[in-house]
Nanobody, 121 residues
Framework: QVQLVESGGGLVQPGGSLRLSCATS????????WDWYRQAPGKERELVAS???????HYTNSVKGRFTVSRDNAENTVYLQMNSLKPEDTAVYYC???????????????WGQGTQVTVSS
């Protein structure tokens, strides 16, 4: 059983920084990609950043230059470094991963439980 566990959320003042982590455990043959999503109250969940198995990254326009996604393949962990945070970054942040759990099995999508990020003075 694959599990994703996020950590690192919290309350921060505008202009501050946070680093989110998403650790994966369980049966993992290969991790194809990692994504970070967020969902603010009353809004749809949006893709914030993604990183492929070969390290290609993508960011939504609103976070470019402020957020950095990275991965530690040895630890099966992905990170989201968030700098210059703004009140509009306030949301629950979710980790998503495309994982092949066993050799010759299908790619499945897995989600973490979410971590709250609040940017406020």
């Amino acid at each position: 059983q694959v599990q994703l566990v996020e950590s690192g959320g919290g309350l921060v003042q505008p202009g501050g920084s946070l680093r989110l982590s998403c650790a994966t455990s369980g049966s993992i043959f290969r991790i194809n990609h990692w994504d970070w999503y967020r969902q603010a109250p009353g809004k749809e969940r949006e893709l914030v950043a993604s990183i492929t198995s070969v390290g290609i990254t993508h960011y939504t326009n609103s976070v470019k230059g402020r957020f950095t996604v990275s991965r530690d393949n040895a630890e099966n962990t992905v990170y989201l470094q968030m700098n210059s945070l703004k009140p509009e970054d306030t949301a629950v942040y979710y980790c998503n991963a495309g994982i092949i759990p066993y050799r010759n099995s299908r790619l499945n999508e897995y989600w973490g439980q979410g971590t709250q990020v609040t940017v406020s003075s």
